[in-house]
Nanobody, 123 residues
Framework: QVQLVESGGGLVQTGGSLRLSCAVS????????LGWFRQAPGEEREGIAC????????ASLNSVKGRFTISRDMSRNTMYLEMNSLKPEDTAIYSC????????????????WGRGTQVTVSS
C-alpha cells in the first residue's frame, strides 16, 4: 500500500497559478497510474489528469488541457499538478490517488488516496 500526501493548495485570484504536489511513499511496484481528482462542494469527485508510473505518459480532461499540467519526479517520489489561468470553477478539494488498474478518471478504480488540499479561486 502506498501513502500519498498533497500540498500546495491555497487561495488565488482568477487567472493565477498554483502548483500542487503529491508525495508518494511506500512501494509503487504494483501500481500503474497516479491521478489527480477534485471535488467541489455539492459535486461528485472528478478525475482530471493521470500519469503512468511505467512510462510517464499522461492524460487530462479537455476542460483543463492547456491550463493544467501533470508531471512526476521519480527521484523525489513526487507527482505535480501545475495549474495556470485558474478560474472560480476550479475551486475544489484536490486529491491524488494511485491505482493498480488501467484507469485514469474513475475514482472508484483508485485504491489509495491522500487527504486532499483545498484550492480556492476568487473572482
Amino acid at each position: 500500500q502506498v501513502q500519498l500526501v498533497e500540498s500546495g493548495g491555497g487561495l488565488v485570484q482568477t487567472g493565477g497559478s498554483l502548483r500542487l504536489s503529491c508525495a508518494v511513499s511506500g512501494s509503487t511496484s504494483s501500481y500503474r497510474f497516479l491521478g489527480w481528482f477534485r471535488q467541489a462542494p455539492g459535486e461528485e469527485r472528478e478525475g482530471i489528469a493521470c500519469i503512468s508510473l511505467h512510462d510517464g505518459s499522461t492524460a487530462s480532461l479537455n476542460s483543463v488541457k492547456g491550463r493544467f499540467t501533470i508531471s512526476r519526479d521519480m527521484s523525489r517520489n513526487t507527482m505535480y499538478l501545475e495549474m495556470n489561468s485558474l478560474k472560480p470553477e476550479d475551486t475544489a478539494i484536490y486529491s491524488c490517488a494511485a491505482t493498480r488498474r488501467l484507469s485514469c478518471y474513475n475514482p472508484l478504480e483508485f485504491d489509495s488516496w491522500g487527504r486532499g488540499t483545498q484550492v480556492t479561486v476568487s473572482s
